[in-house]
């Protein structure tokens, strides 16, 4: 999409101690609370290189960039629009100084039984079509969907308040919202969401 950014960073990186030098201390106080160490060292990862990414935008060194909290509890910096997106080890980041933005990454996972998922989240249309598909088909369609989704709802910024069910997003478009699903690696389905 024009005047958006994504950027594509594997978590499982040898740069955990750098990438964890540049956190806050409140960041380090979230990842110490993390039971398990991959949950641990992937946060450090996902927010590491939040900071490095939107440093670049700023012109600032990572661990200044100045974070602070939507309504919603989502992370905002003055003056450029982000979101962020993680799975199974894959992080998506967006960035855009013009529009606002949604990201979101899934691991396709054949043996995932979704079923019950798309009946609740998903509109009649979309379940509809999904059970339309070859058996084969309905894994990476129902993840493409499920993504579109995901971002949409990030991108207007709103939270959970927008019932996935409410609206198709299965076009190029949701209202004045663009919206694009994309393979960031093999195994994995990404979705960019932008507008106004």
Known sequence: ???VDVHCRNLDTDRAAALYDSLSDEERRRAAAFRFDRDRRWFV??????REILGGYLNLDPAAVPFAQDDYGKPAVAGLQFSVSHSAGLALFAVSWRYKVGVD???IDPAREFNQVWERFFTSRETEALRALPKEQQTEAFFRCWTRKEAYVKARGVGLSLPLSGFDADG?????WSIESFT????YIGAIVCGS
């Open 1 to 3: 999409m024009r005047d």
């Open 45 to 50: 990862a996902r927010r590491g290189f939040l």
């Open 105 to 107: 990454v899934e691991k």
């Open 172 to 176: 190029e478009r949701i209202g004045d």
């Open 184 to 187: 960031p690696a093999p195994g």
